[in-house]
């Protein structure tokens, strides 16, 4: 079984930064694919970014490449989403996933699930 828990959401202004942490257990992520996600209310959960464990090619989506970096840490089994320049719009719960599926962007494809952290962007 796989566990990942998110942390570093909270209340920022327009234009700040923050880092959300993933931590991961209950197996080896050698051959994961580690994404974010999110999700703001009355919308469906979107895409943001992915990282591939082993190798660490990164993709992201469109509405945050240049803004958001991810990357992982393997001695520490925890992922990162270093968010810079944030909008109101990104504002959402923010959720980590695992899954075997090589390079999908797609939420069915995960199977594992963190419990979100809350990010909130002020204008």
């Known amino acids: 079984q796989v566990q990942l828990v998110e942390s570093g959401g909270g209340l920022v202004q327009a234009g700040n930064s923050l880092r959300l942490s993933c931590a991961a257990s209950?197996?080896?992520?050698?051959?994961?694919?580690m994404g974010w996600f999110r999700q703001a209310p009355g919308k469906e959960r979107e895409f943001v970014a992915r990282i591939t464990w082993s190798g660490g090619s990164t993709y992201y989506a469109d509405s945050v490449r240049g803004r958001f970096t991810i990357s992982r840490d393997s001695a520490k089994n925890t992922v990162y989403l270093q968010m810079n320049s944030l909008k109101p719009e990104d504002t959402a719960v923010y959720y980590c996933a695992a899954g075997a599926v090589p390079l999908t962007t797609l939420p069915n494809s995960y199977a594992y699930w963190g419990q979100g952290t809350q990010v909130t962007v002020s204008s």
């Open positions: 209950g197996r080896t992520f050698n051959r994961y694919l």
